[in-house]
Each structure stands twice: as structure tokens, then as C-alpha cells.
Nanobody, 118 residues
Framework: QRQLVESGGGLVESGGSLKLSCTPS????????RAWYRQAPGAPRKDREF??????????YYSTSVKGRFTISRDNAKNTVYLEMNDLNPADTAVYYC?????????WGQGTQVTVSS
């Protein structure tokens, strides 16, 4: 049973926006670093790409390819993490996975598909 559940994916035109959510199921992830990764169509799991992360203090980190377009945030009261994605382009097409990590304990969601049409 997945303990992280993503939502918010879908089909959007180039230049459009989407907001992803990652909600815990059955447990909390207090103090965990939370992150988003993505896996392009046909790519193996080992090529899953880091997108953005936010630590327990709210400090954020972004990959070069999304910096300035994507924003990661967290609502600690809801234990939920968001990824707001703007100015999307076809290269952003992928399955987006939510991640929680603390001291080597890592959890993944099942992924949500984001497709950007040109």
C-alpha cells in the first residue's frame, strides 16, 4: 500500500499550468524532506530525474530545467506537498513521483501523469 498519493496530473497545452499535490496515506511525514521526481516516457526507473525538494524548514531546491517555472511548497498542518508548474513545455511530459526521505528511509507515491502537448 502506497503511503504517498499524488494527484493533479493531466493533459495541458504548451505554456499552460498544473498544480500537483502529494498527500500521505496512513501515516505522517513530519520532518521528512519532501521532493518531486519525474520519469520520462520509456525511461527506466534508474533515470528518474530530480525536479524539486523542500526540507522541514521550508528551504527549497530545484533542478536547473525547472527553476523559475516550478514552485514546491508544503502545508505542514496537512502534511501535504505541492508542485506548481507554470510555462509547461513538451519536455516536461513525464510521470511525476512524490518522495519523502529521512535518514535513508525513503517512500514513493504511485506517480501521476503529466502530458504537455505542443
Amino acid at each position: 500500500q502506497r503511503q504517498l498519493v499524488e494527484s493533479g496530473g493531466g493533459l495541458v497545452e504548451s505554456g499552460g499550468s498544473l498544480k500537483l499535490s502529494c498527500t500521505p496515506s496512513g501515516r505522517t511525514f513530519d520532518n521528512y524532506e519532501r521532493a518531486w521526481y519525474r520519469q520520462a516516457p520509456g525511461a527506466p526507473r534508474k533515470d528518474r530525474e530530480f525536479v524539486a525538494a523542500i526540507d522541514w524548514s521550508g528551504e527549497t531546491y530545484y533542478s536547473t530545467s525547472v527553476k523559475g517555472r516550478f514552485t514546491i511548497s508544503r502545508d505542514n498542518a496537512k502534511n501535504t506537498v505541492y508542485l506548481e508548474m507554470n510555462d509547461l513545455n513538451p519536455a516536461d511530459t513525464a510521470v511525476y513521483y512524490c518522495n519523502a526521505n529521512l535518514g535513508g528511509a525513503t517512500f514513493w507515491g504511485q506517480g501521476t501523469q503529466v502530458t504537455v502537448s505542443s
